[in-house]
């Protein structure tokens, strides 16, 4: 039962353009979202995060946005640098849940030259 | 300074064996999660400590049992090992109610 989904299994950018990951949920009681990063052999590294009283939240190139209606959430990172090819996870979690995380399947980016 | 590390990194055994990873933050957090990503990349929650206390155990075998002997630690000890328990197993902190967490670099756990 996948409460989170991301249904791009993987992107391709020209570095310099945007890259923009999507992000679906499900269940309604989620009130907080974050993004993490993830390189081959390595553990996740948190990104950015957003909360449901919010609609939009900026963090150098990585915007992330918020539509509670649609239950969807997005990743903009402008502009796209080579290092930015890694596997994005997103994550939702419901206050009260103790910190409960829950994960989609992620999107590999590769941003090309 | 590593902020969240796990050993070892690699483990490989053969069924049936009993095996521990540990897990170690020097962040301060009050926190700690265990996570198993399977073979299809999901990341799923196992347990959480906060204080040393359980506060989350989700539908996870019997044979997995985390520990927590204080705030900086969390061990994840798994009796009788399946070839279905082969996955990279992370560990995490958190410092509540923020919920950024940080992430171990994983556990690779193979079971032949």
């Known amino acids: 039962d996948q409460q989170v989904k991301q249904n791009s299994p993987s992107l391709s950018v020209q570095e310099g353009r945007i890259s923009i990951l999507n992000c679906d949920y499900t269940n309604s009681m989620f009130d907080y979202f974050l993004w993490y990063k993830k390189y081959p052999a390595e553990g996740p590294t948190f990104l950015i995060s957003i909360s449901s009283i919010k609609d939009k939240n900026e963090d150098g190139r990585f915007t992330v946005f918020l539509n509670k209606s649609a239950k969807h959430l997005s990743l903009h990172i402008v502009p796209s640098q080579p290092g930015d090819s890694a596997v994005y996870f997103c994550a939702a979690s419901e206050s009260d849940s103790w910190g409960k995380l829950q994960f989609g399947a992620g999107t590999q980016v590769v941003v090309t030259p | 300074d590593t902020a969240v590390s796990q050993t070892p990194k690699y483990l490989v055994t053969q069924m049936g064996n009993d095996k521990s990873i540990k897990c170690e933050q020097n962040l301060g957090h009050d926190t700690m999660y265990w996570y198993k990503q399977d073979s299809k990349k999901f990341l799923k929650i196992m347990f959480s400590y906060n204080n040393k206390e359980l506060i989350i155990n989700e539908t996870v075998p019997n044979r997995f049992s985390p520990k927590s002997p204080d705030k900086a630690h969390l061990n994840l000890h798994i009796n009788s090992l399946e070839l279905g328990d082969s996955a990279v197993y992370f560990c995490?902190?958190?410092?509540?109610?923020?919920?950024?967490?940080?992430f171990g670099p994983g556990t690779r756990l193979t079971v032949l």
């Open positions: 995490a902190s958190s410092q509540l109610p923020i919920n950024e967490q940080f």
